[in-house]
């Protein structure tokens, strides 16, 4: 028994006796000990010490992700905005540093919470240095919007973007099959940013292949967290869903004088067409991959060197040049055999009102047979008239 046991047991039997000290023979009565030990205190746990890459006078540059490093390893890091929405990060696998995952938007303050697996915390901030400017960034698909299967994302900068390459790595296209509730994938594609147009900068997201039919598409541009260069950042991020609708490809082949539409891989229409004349450079309908822009019931179409002023109606705009799929019953007669207009395709008016109905912006219409091919100028949208080669090098990031 240790000492204390002891000294209650020689207490209990003192207690009992009549007061003097007795011996009994052959027994020696227990000592009492000399001190009794206090038990030692544990010290608190110490916190760690968590240290901010970057920091240049007590802030760290805007549009770039946030580096925390440890003195110790952590059992755990909450980073939180000022709005005290959870900030996303990864903890390395021994504890002691963190990445955020997005970048710090300028002028924002990031509180973090450190807890290690002792239990002590430690908590602190961080701030970001503020933009030069704010400048407006615009999409081509709206909210929501079903579009077809050869559409390409188009963001216009209402700045020059002189920093491409910190930009465009931020920019994520996600896809999943329409109605999922499964996990999203990165979509097969590219940014490319076409030439600027002073003082605007433009970048466009083309897939590899035309888009799965039926999808759904998540856009993720965090512009507002972004230096795009020299400073500007955007005043919004931009964050939608669009959809995929039904596959509706046009093959337009001038030299058979025809339209052929597939829906969903099955032929659904043919319908006899005049292209654009084929003596005429200017007039020759553009060869390569189009894109549906536009359709409007009724449209003026005019030229001042050819001479005409014409009110056109089932019109489905297919570049930005100018073509057009739409009726003409002048030229009647020369569909099926002959191309005799301007550059537009033209069909009957049945047969033009027909497509009209059923095209979707996005719709590729891939003409074929002109000696005259899409250009990678201003005035045409040639997303598709480039190989994957071509367009990939557009990339700031290739």
Known sequence: MGGALAT????????????????????????????????????????????????????VPFGA????????????????????????????????????????????????????????????????????RTVRATANIGVDKTVGVAAPIVVNFEALVTDKAMVEKHLRVLIRPAGSRGGWKEATGSWAWLPDNAPNSTVHFRTKNYWPAHTEVHVILPLAHLDWGGGITGQQDLDWHFNIGRSQVVIADARKHNIVIYRDGAKVATYPASYGLGSDPIRNTRTGINIVTDKQQTV???????????????????????QFIHANPDTVAQQGNSNVSHGCINLSTANGKAYYKTAIYGDPVDVRGTDVKLANTRTELYDWALSWKQWTKLSALT
């Open 8 to 59: 209650a047991l020689t207490t209990g039997v003192a207690a009992c006796g009549d007061g003097q000290d007795k011996k009994s023979p052959g027994r020696s009565r227990a000592a009492a000990p000399s001190e009794t030990k206090s038990a030692k205190s544990t010290p608190p746990a110490k916190p760690a010490t968590i240290t901010v890459a970057g920091l240049d006078k007590g802030s």
């Open 65 to 132: 992700p946030v580096r925390l490093t440890s003195s110790a390893q952590l059992k755990s890091l909450l980073v939180q905005d000022g709005d005290g929405a959870d900030v996303s990060g990864t903890l390395s696998k021994d504890g002691v540093s963190w990445v955020s995952y997005g970048p710090i938007a300028a002028d924002a303050s990031w509180s973090w919470k450190a807890v290690t697996p002792a239990g002590a915390v430690s908590d602190g901030k961080v701030t970001s240095t503020a933009a030069i």
């Open 300 to 322: 003026e179409m005019k030229s001042e060197r050819y001479h005409y002023d014409e009110i056109e109606h089932w019109a489905v705009r297919f570049n930005n040049n100018g």
